[in-house]
């Protein structure tokens, strides 16, 4: 049944997805001349008597209010809260596009009061990815993404926002949200963060897999002496792109092998038998050399052709 309450009864409500009212100025200007064309929607205010919280029509009664109207005509019906939610969404999807962050904010609300993704996406008409993306954005800083939004230098697209869902950590994609400088550098940065995720989970799997293998932790010198001939690499993982985490093959040895990161990288190693090579080629020639040195003290010596030469 209609009935016409006091405009001091009615209560936007609290959890209304829609924060900001678009022309409300011109809607103003509608009902002064015309009147409230269609009713509200309203639920009994569990915490004020005799006062109603309107689930449908929150923007007509901001414009009512402006207009100077007294009274308001609404149906009062009883709802649970997650149907006032859910038809307070769907009411705003339907008559104005909601941001992504009121989407994201409004699925967090239906999910906190019991709903799943699907009974989401039935009550309200999307897909199940749709409100699963929306629901990812809605672990974000909301206050950050609402300036991203607003700010139309920015250019925020839902392309770059699906990539900064890669990320695992909740509090780098703040991070990302927060210092990027566009929508694009969002996309850039998530892209960097997921390979660092990644390298970092790798790695952890890498020196498990080693260890069990008799692997140890090479010591701290076997990084800065990989050029030096002093380590022979058995092997390395590029943890960027390692997918089989079950099988790292080692050459079969005797040696004791040992692994080290560096960079995106891990080595394994073993420590080199090899001596380093003397200025001649070998280590026994240089070590004639600094015998036939040693004997001669010096002294010329005749070649076959008999000219004088020193060592």
């Known amino acids: 049944m209609i009935q016409d309450i006091a405009i001091e009864q009615l209560d936007i409500h609290p959890q209304n ?37 309107v689930v449908i029509g929150n923007r007509r009664l901001t414009a009512a209010r402006k207009a100077g109207l007294k009274t308001m005509p609404c149906s009062v019906v009883e709802m649970t809260e997650k149907e006032q939610i859910s038809t307070m969404l769907l009411e705003n999807m339907q008559r104005s596009d909601l941001s992504v962050s009121e989407q994201a904010q409004g699925f967090q609300l239906m999910l906190d009061l019991g709903e799943t993704e699907t009974t989401i996406a039935e009550k309200t008409g999307f897909s199940r990815s749709t409100v699963r993306h929306r629901l ?33 950590d909740i509090k780098k994609r703040n991070e990302i949200l927060k210092t990027a400088v566009s929508s694009r550098e969002i996309a850039w940065k998530a892209k960097q963060a997921v390979k660092e995720e990644k390298i970092k989970k790798n790695a952890q799997i890498v020196f498990e897999i080693l260890e069990e293998k008799g692997v140890k932790a090479a010591p701290k010198r076997a990084k800065e002496e990989r ?82 030469r020193f060592y």
């Open 136 to 168: 990812n954005l809605a672990k974000l800083d909301q206050e950050t993404l609402t300036r991203r939004e607003e700010n139309k230098d920015f250019q925020l697209t839902l392309t770059d926002l699906y990539e900064l869902e890669k990320v695992q």
């Open 17 to 53: 997805v829609r924060k900001v009212y678009t022309d409300i100025d011109e809607l103003a200007e509608s009902i002064k001349a015309r009147g409230v064309m269609q009713n509200l929607t309203v639920v009994p205010n569990p915490d004020k008597k005799d006062h109603y919280l």
């Open 227 to 308: 050029w030096t001939g002093k380590w022979k690499e058995i092997t390395n993982i590029d943890l960027s792109q390692w997918e089989d985490q079950t099988k790292i093959d080692l050459q079969d040895t005797k040696d004791q092998l040992y692994y080290y990161q560096y960079y995106d990288r891990i080595y394994v190693v073993k420590k080199s038998n090899t001596k380093r090579a003397g200025k001649n080629g070998t280590g026994k020639e240089n070590g004639e050399n600094q015998g036939k040195q040693k004997k001669n003290n010096g002294n010329p010596e005749k070649d076959e052709k008999g000219k004088e």
